[in-house]
């Protein structure tokens, strides 16, 4: 059978480079890029694009009937520092998109359907080392709620309806090809753009803030690896705990300076994400991912400081 693919929230840091490694194994016009903005890079000239806004479920209807999609990936959310920010619109996003979009695919008998969590449905009362997939979970920030509500809905429909939907908690990840979008682990590439430009980086979370990271060609590649394995080995339908790896800002300020010797790094006080960065787990246990479905992270601190320093570079 010919897979049809949405990608809903196309523009973003992880759609950006999902688009364009699903168009590399489906082909072009199998693969269409939804977003609520117009994209200005390679996905609208590469393959079809449409204008989708997740809460207009009329719009959604009028897609989903035009494709029937075999597979639907939804990214479109607002994250952890901007739904902050606008905490009733990070609610209204992160979960009537995400309902919108269980119900049209049981409507369209959607084969697949992907939503991305996040080890922000962790909370300061969760275990910081080696976080378990099950253990307490008291989120406090409305990104945290909506996702960990969002998973409670996925298997909700997993169990309910038979919906196969699959799900990963991911870290703050890692990227050079698309901007970040409003998280708290955005530092992590502001400061490789700061070393390159400036040599310098006025960090907004504390030089000892240990939090769980991934690089995106991991996630990428983890993400498609979950999608294409066989039902009867996904056994977590909330969303599977998923890990790489896991440093401070001093750690990694460290790493850059093997290619940059000179490079300084210098923190903000106060900043309000570093509350929320306090409340995250320190490092992910992610053996059941592992187990069911072979996942493994290819990139360590330096093949991946060498890889965006390189990247970016060249961009
Ligand atoms: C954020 O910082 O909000 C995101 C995330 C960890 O989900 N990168």
Not at 76 to 102: H, V
């Amino acid at each position: 059978m010919t897979e049809k693919i949405l990608v809903l929230g196309s523009n973003g840091q992880i759609g950006t480079e999902l688009v364009t490694a699903l168009r590399n194994t489906y082909g072009e016009s199998n693969v269409v890029a939804c977003d609520i903005r117009r994209p200005d890079y390679d996905i609208k000239n590469s393959g079809p694009f449409e204008f989708v806004n997740v809460l207009e479920k009329d719009t959604l209807n009028t897609i989903f009937n035009k494709y029937k999609p075999t597979q639907v990936y939804l990214l479109a959310a607002l994250l952890s520092a901007t739904g902050e920010q606008n905490p009733k619109l990070a609610w209204d996003l992160n979960m009537n998109g995400l309902l919108n979009i269980l119900d049209l695919a049981i409507v369209y008998k959607t084969a697949k359907v992907y939503w991305p969590s996040s080890i922000a449905v962790f909370g300061p009362n969760s275990p910081k080392d080696n976080t378990d997939q099950f253990c307490v979970m008291d989120p406090n920030t409305v990104y945290g709620i909506s996702k960990l509500a969002g998973e409670r809905w996925c298997e909700y429909y997993h169990q309910k309806f038979g919906l196969d939907v699959r799900s990963i908690r991911y870290p703050g990840l890692i990227s050079w090809k698309a901007a970040p979008g409003g998280g708290t682990t955005d530092y992590a590439i502001h400061i490789f753009h700061d070393a390159l430009k400036k040599g310098n980086y006025d960090c907004f979370l504390s030089a000892e803030t240990e939090l769980p990271m991934l690089y995106m060609d991991d996630a990428i590649r983890g993400t498609i690896q979950l999608m294409d394995a066989p039902a009867d080995q996904i056994s977590i339908r909330s969303s599977y705990n998923f890990a790489g790896l896991s440093f401070t800002p001093e750690v990694l300020a460290s790493e850059i300076r093997k290619h940059i010797p000179d490079f300084k790094l210098s923190y903000t006080a106060n900043d309000p994400r570093q509350q929320i960065a306090d409340s995250w787990p320190r490092s992910i246990n992610d053996e059941i991912a592992k187990n069911d479905w072979g996942w493994k992270p290819e990139f360590n601190l330096s093949k991946m400081t060498a890889d965006m320093l390189t990247n970016l570079k060249n961009k």
